[in-house]
Structure formats: structure tokens, C-alpha cells
């Protein structure tokens, strides 16, 4: 019975806490979201449909040469691996 009563006053308390002027209810999460934002959002700048093609055409060539080096170290590992087991 006395945890019960302990729970009902930590309860209480914590109520009061909330009604007291001074604290307000979730002002601590999400990094505090009673505050007013004082910055303004980035705007990303428009681009010319050259550049961004120039950009994607460069990630694509990226990823191409990322794959291809992705699968020549995965053959040489695997061949390795093949021919470790192959002299046991």
C-alpha cells in the first residue's frame, strides 16, 4: 500500500509542477518546441537543366566505377577463398 501512496503524490507533484507558471508541458522534447525559431530556412538556388544533367551524369559514372570495383574485389575474394578451400 505505501508505493501506491507514492505514486499518487510523485503524481501530484508533478502536476502541480506543470500548472505552476513557470514550467510548460513538452517544452523539453524535440529540442525544445515552445521556442520560437530564430533562423530562416536555406533555399536551395535554381539550376540551369545543364548543370543538374552535367551532375547526374557524373553520379551515374560514379556509381558505375563503384560497382565495378565493388565486383572485381568480391571475384578476387571469392577466387581466393575458392582456391584456400581447394587445397585443403
Do not use: D
Not at 17 to 46: A, D, E, H, I, Q
Not at 53 to 76: A, C, W
Amino acid at each position: 500500500m505505501g508505493s501506491i501512496s507514492f505514486m499518487n503524490v510523485t503524481l501530484n507533484n508533478n502536476r502541480k509542477l506543470l500548472k505552476n507558471g513557470k514550467r510548460k508541458p513538452f517544452s523539453k522534447r524535440n529540442g525544445g518546441s515552445s521556442k520560437t525559431s530564430s533562423y530562416k530556412p536555406y533555399v536551395l538556388p535554381r539550376l540551369q537543366p545543364h548543370v543538374l544533367r552535367r551532375i547526374r551524369l557524373k553520379v551515374k559514372r560514379e556509381n558505375r566505377r563503384l560497382l565495378i570495383k565493388k565486383l572485381i574485389i568480391g571475384t578476387l575474394v571469392l577466387l581466393l577463398i575458392t582456391y584456400w578451400i581447394s587445397q585443403l
